[in-house]
């Protein structure tokens, strides 16, 4: 996951960097660049269970990340990881704060969520623009019912496509003064629909979360595919994806009036124990963070 590399892992990436920075652009500096991309990706996934210790390096990471980005606009994976990157950072340590300090601090809370919404933005176009780079025009074509039909993506598209719909939803869900925001749900959820349509595994169950909360979000959405997809998202995680079950709680347990259901899910989730290295070490934190956050606001949401 984007937000696990520490400084140290990545210091030794910078000389590279600043080397290329100086040279012209011929051969020997791109394939420099492009090794040190392969790096970037790689770290972005790696494991890591200290949230605070992420929470730190998460943005050396980005900025180390971004820039080397810009020199390789159509790495894939590297796109995917920078995406990734700043989607959950702004989830994890700038919205989720927000919500917790709406009761004492509005103001404080709403700066909050208008800074997450910007590093959204920043992780959707990272997004898009590599997509775009591998596909002149998708950005349009989402919009024509005729044209998404047949539009396919390539296996080292789906995690684009996932992180720009999930960054791309964020940044819906925190703009809700803004029409011409809040007008893009249906091509964020299209986006997420040609991951889908290509890879419905992805994610171990994020991606099935992630379609559950677009069906609850859309107009006339359908609670009951929604909660379908929702539970393919729990049977992907077996047991093991903490967010499967906080997106249940909060996606089908809580708008249905269900405090038990609710609490159920979450409790679930907090007593998810990770293996040493697993993948998900990180994103369960987070998620376990937040499902013991809901359980203690429980009273004040039903």
């Given at each position: 996951m984007p937000i696990t590399a520490t400084p140290a892992r990545l210091a030794r990436f910078a000389a590279p960097i600043l080397l290329a920075a100086g040279l012209s652009a011929c051969s020997p500096t791109q394939l420099v660049m492009r090794g040190v991309a392969d790096q970037l990706a790689a770290q972005g996934q790696s494991s890591e269970d200290d949230l605070e210790?992420?929470?730190?390096?998460?943005?050396?990471?980005?900025?180390?990340?971004?820039?080397?980005?810009?020199?390789?606009?159509?790495?894939?994976?590297?796109?995917?990881?920078?995406?990734?990157?700043?989607?959950?950072?702004?989830?994890?340590?700038?919205?989720?704060?927000?919500?917790?300090?709406?009761?004492?601090?509005?103001?404080?809370?709403?700066?909050?969520?208008?800074?997450?919404?910007?590093?959204?933005?920043?992780?959707?176009?990272?997004?898009?623009?590599?997509?775009?780079?591998?596909?002149?025009?998708?950005?349009?074509?989402?919009?024509?019912?005729t044209q998404l039909a047949a539009l396919r993506l390539a296996p080292e598209q789906v995690a684009l496509a996932y992180w720009g719909a999930a960054s791309w939803g964020g940044l819906i869900s925190l703009s809700k003064?803004?029409?011409?925001?809040?007008?893009?749900?249906?091509?964020?959820?299209?986006?997420?629909?040609?991951?889908?349509?290509?890879?419905?595994?992805f994610g171990g169950g994020s991606l099935a979360?992630?379609?559950?909360?677009?069906?609850?979000?859309?107009?006339?959405?359908?609670?009951?595919?929604?909660?379908?997809?929702?539970?393919?998202?729990?049977?992907?995680?077996?047991?093991?994806?903490?967010?499967?079950?906080?997106?249940?709680?909060?996606?089908?347990?809580?708008?249905?009036?269900?405090?038990?259901?609710?609490?159920?899910?979450?409790?679930?989730?907090v007593a998810i124990q990770d293996p040493p290295g697993s993948p998900l070490a990180l994103s369960n934190e987070v998620m376990r963070r937040r499902a013991r956050w809901l359980i203690d606001s429980a009273d004040d949401l039903f």
């Amino acid at each position: 996951m984007p937000i696990t590399a520490t400084p140290a892992r990545l210091a030794r990436f910078a000389a590279p960097i600043l080397l290329a920075a100086g040279l012209s652009a011929c051969s020997p500096t791109q394939l420099v660049m492009r090794g040190v991309a392969d790096q970037l990706a790689a770290q972005g996934q790696s494991s890591e269970d200290d949230l605070e210790l992420a929470h730190e390096a998460s943005a050396f990471y980005l900025k180390l990340s971004e820039s080397v980005l810009r020199q390789q606009p159509g790495h894939a994976p590297l796109a995917a990881a920078v995406a990734g990157g700043f989607t959950q950072y702004a989830y994890a340590f700038v919205a989720f704060e927000a919500d917790r300090l709406d009761a004492t601090d509005a103001k404080g809370a709403q700066r909050l969520r208008e800074r997450a919404a910007r590093l959204y933005r920043r992780g959707r176009d990272h997004a898009l623009a590599a997509l775009e780079t591998a596909q002149p025009g998708l950005r349009q074509r989402l919009a024509d019912p005729t044209q998404l039909a047949a539009l396919r993506l390539a296996p080292e598209q789906v995690a684009l496509a996932y992180w720009g719909a999930a960054s791309w939803g964020g940044l819906i869900s925190l703009s809700k003064d803004d029409p011409d925001t809040v007008a893009d749900l249906p091509l964020a959820i299209a986006l997420a629909q040609l991951a889908w349509r290509a890879d419905p595994t992805f994610g171990g169950g994020s991606l099935a979360g992630l379609m559950g909360t677009f069906e609850v979000a859309r107009p006339g959405g359908s609670r009951q595919q929604a909660l379908a997809y929702f539970d393919e998202a729990l049977r992907l995680g077996n047991g093991r994806n903490a967010g499967a079950f906080v997106g249940k709680a909060e996606g089908i347990a809580q708008p249905a009036g269900d405090k038990a259901a609710f609490l159920d899910l979450l409790q679930q989730a907090v007593a998810i124990q990770d293996p040493p290295g697993s993948p998900l070490a990180l994103s369960n934190e987070v998620m376990r963070r937040r499902a013991r956050w809901l359980i203690d606001s429980a009273d004040d949401l039903f």
